[in-house]
């Protein structure tokens, strides 16, 4: 059983490796990061000097501030808000594609169950997540530190924070990872609604709009909506920032990733439950 369904993500690997669109997304990583890493080395200073210039007056910086590993944090905070629009395109074609071409009766031919095949689908959509958030974390974290070196890393909230040099990789890494949950969490949506619609470009419009609107509901300071923000999936998919933190906040970390992880369960139950009454046959 557990070769049959290691074949069946095997198959539906090669299925998303296969669509052009896959592409879509490394492509963008592969143009936006290097971009972003150059317009930084090139007027990188400007950058620094235009979000320090209050501060200067009051304290003295020393060293090479504008390195490698700040390179890859101002990466994380532009292109984080971009990243679910690229997971999407592939997860909301997940089902809806086969819909729209009407091959699930051949696939159901297949000695699998329509579980088995939804949840060999769904870990397909994961590991494409899982490659798109590698590839953007080791071309940001290798190109920074080949084109600007390493260095402390300062991180400017509502609190100052300078780390050391020896103590910023592993802050990358578990940023990195914590966003790998969140665009999981993304990929379930999508995953879920693709299974309720006949083609892509719904489930990917309204995965988006959901997105949108459950940002500015948490960005809106109103009693309502501070009773529903503590568990809206948007407004935990920003704590990779508090790996940025002295002393890390490991409490609200895990809280955020209990709560991402129990919207995946939540939206992969509501997808069986569909899909298995779903008729995909007719």
């Not at 074949?7 to 290097?34: H, M, Q």
């Not at 909506?225 to 508090?242: A, E, N």
Request: net charge neutral.
């Amino acid at each position: 059983m557990n070769h049959m369904w290691a074949s069946a993500v095997s198959i539906e690997l090669y299925k998303i490796f296969r669509r052009p669109r896959t592409y879509i997304g490394f492509a963008a990583i592969c143009f936006l990061v290097p971009l972003i890493q150059i317009a930084l080395y090139v007027d990188g200073e400007t950058y620094l000097e235009f979000s320090l210039q209050n501060l200067k007056e009051a304290f003295e910086f020393q060293g090479e501030l504008l390195n490698g590993y700040l390179a890859t944090y101002i990466i994380l905070v532009t292109l984080y808000v971009h990243i679910p629009f690229l997971v999407t395109l592939v997860t909301g074609d997940l089902l809806a594609g086969e819909a729209a071409t009407g091959t699930f009766r051949m696939i159901l031919t297949r000695p699998i169950s329509r579980t088995g095949l939804l949840l060999a689908k769904f870990t397909a959509g994961l590991i494409y997540t899982s490659l798109l958030i590698f590839c953007m974390g080791l071309l940001s974290i290798i190109m920074g530190v080949i084109v600007m070196g390493t260095g402390d890393l300062i991180v400017i909230k509502n609190t100052i924070y300078i780390f050391a040099e020896d103590d910023v990789m592993w802050r990358l890494i578990a940023a990195f990872g914590f966003g790998l949950l969140a665009m999981w969490t993304v990929a379930a949506l999508s995953f879920m609604l693709s299974s309720f619609a006949e083609n892509s470009i719904g489930p990917i419009m309204i995965t988006m709009s959901i997105i949108i609107v459950f940002i500015i509901i948490s960005a809106i300071d109103l009693s309502i909506f501070r009773t529903v923000k503590p568990f809206l999936f948007t407004s935990h998919m920003g704590s990779w920032k508090l790996f940025f933190e002295e002393p890390v906040n490991y409490n609200k970390i895990g809280n955020s990733a209990l709560i991402l992880s129990a919207h995946i369960v939540v939206l992969i139950s509501v997808t069986l439950f569909s899909f298995r009454r779903k008729d995909i046959l007719s």
